[in-house]
Nanobody, 127 residues
Framework: QVQLVESGGGLVQAGGSLRLSCAAS????????MGWFRQVPGKEREFVAG????????YSADSVKGRFTITRDNAKSTVYLQMNSLKPEDTAVYYC????????????????????WGQGTQVTVSS
């Protein structure tokens, strides 16, 4: 339904910042709840943050609250993840995800609840 392409990953020192972007190729981007997940080899994909269709509300994992901020620009069909105060344990492949939504529910946290996925971008935080 939608093609997602992440960018912005890379190497950063602990305490530093990165801003991830996810560009969507879709007719009506505002119909999609968007989210960010991350995964380390050998571990399950972990929910990081989600954002409602309009961007009015956001949800995030406890591990990143106060450090990561998810935003979106529907005019640009892009969702962002601003990551501050990065820690080595934030090292992972970060994936952008989207779910087409027509109902009032907009808070989704489970991997299986998202239908569209990007290819991922590597984030490595050195100590």
């Amino acid at each position: 339904q939608v093609q997602l392409v992440e960018s912005g990953g890379g190497l950063v020192q602990a305490g530093g910042s990165l801003r991830l972007s996810c560009a969507a190729s879709v007719r009506i981007f505002s119909n999609y709840v968007m989210g960010w997940f991350r995964q380390v080899p050998g571990k399950e994909r972990e929910f990081v943050a989600g954002i409602t269709r309009s961007g009015a509300n956001t949800y995030s994992a406890d591990s990143v609250k106060g450090r990561f901020t998810i935003t979106r620009d529907n005019a640009k069909s892009t969702v962002y993840l601003q990551m501050n105060s990065l820690k080595p344990e934030d090292t992972a492949v970060y994936y952008c995800a989207g779910r087409l939504v027509y109902s009032r529910r907009e808070d989704y946290r489970a991997e299986k609840e998202f239908d569209n996925w990007g290819q991922g971008t590597q984030v490595t935080v050195s100590s």
